[in-house]
């Protein structure tokens, strides 16, 4: 009787996105792309700053941050924000853990200074975001 074995996959999935900042590769002058932990903190970045029925075939992906930008810097709005970001994530963003996030309002600004501390599931290093968030209008 043969004995298989199987052969361990150290394949993992990676994950591309394009720069939108829309800079042109020096040789190819193509778009550059954003791949793998790059591309991730680009999606978070997008998704905690946008609102409902921005994104178009999809009106339910919500930030949730922009209702809370209009108050005063208390300790209540901090933690309704941080609330919200980890909401958002949780919902819309599955290929991170969520392990921290930090509010601090900036009053000479008008904002707030968002730390967020993720891991990406095929990535074991802690990976670090900051958004200053602030009223548009």
Not at 28 to 50: F, G, M, P, W, Y
Not at 87 to 105: M, P, T
């Amino acid at each position: 009787m043969p004995i298989y074995t199987k052969e361990l996959s150290t394949h993992t999935r990676g994950w591309a996105d394009l720069d939108l900042d829309f800079t042109a590769h020096p040789v190819t002058k193509d778009i550059v792309r954003k791949t793998n932990v790059e591309a991730v903190k680009r999606s978070v970045r997008n998704l905690i700053r946008t609102n409902m029925y921005e994104k178009h075939f999809h009106p339910e992906v919500d930030g949730g941050v922009t209702r809370h930008l209009f108050g005063l810097s208390t300790p209540h709005m901090k933690h309704d924000i941080e609330l919200a970001v980890r909401n958002c994530l949780k919902n819309f963003e599955s290929r991170v853990v969520v392990n921290d996030v930090r509010v601090s309002g900036d009053l000479n600004a008008n904002g707030f200074n968002v730390s967020i501390f993720f891991t990406v599931i095929n990535s074991p290093e802690p990976v670090e975001v900051r958004l200053f968030l602030e009223r548009i209008r």
